[in-house]
Nanobody
Framework: QVQLVESGGGFMQAGGSLRLSCVAS????????MAWFRQTPSIAREFVSS????????NDAASLKGRFTISKDNAKNTIYLQMNSLKPDDTGVYYC????????????????WGQGTQVTVSS
């Protein structure tokens, strides 16, 4: 079992930046892929970005590419989501997820989820 704890959410004006963190604990040796999803008023559990735990290959949602960047620090069992040029439509709860398999963009591919961190962007 992998436990995930997100942090870094908050309130930001449009155009600003935030960096989210997600710390993994427990059976981290079983992690293959980690990802960020978000839940907004209009879309339930939307894929944002993923990263292979070993190797670092990333996959980004096309609509967010260029503004959001995922990265990781294996030594700290942590992944990050750097969010730039934030827009009001980015408002939502951001979730970290981990998968023991080579996961795709579907939430069902992921075994473990954090509790989420709220991001609110004002216009």
């Amino acid at each position: 079992q992998v436990q995930l704890v997100e942090s870094g959410g908050g309130f930001m004006q449009a155009g600003g930046s935030l960096r989210l963190s997600c710390v993994a604990s427990g059976l981290t040796s079983t992690i293959n892929t980690m990802a960020w999803f978000r839940q907004t008023p209009s879309i339930a559990r939307e894929f944002v970005s993923s990263i292979r735990w070993y190797g670092g290959t990333t996959n980004d949602a096309a609509s967010l590419k260029g503004r959001f960047t995922i990265s990781k620090d294996n030594a700290k069992n942590t992944i990050y989501l750097q969010m730039n040029s934030l827009k009001p439509d980015d408002t939502g709860v951001y979730y970290c997820a981990a998968s023991s398999i080579l996961a795709n963009t579907r939430p069902a591919s992921f075994d473990s989820w954090g509790q989420g961190t709220q991001v609110t962007v004002s216009s």
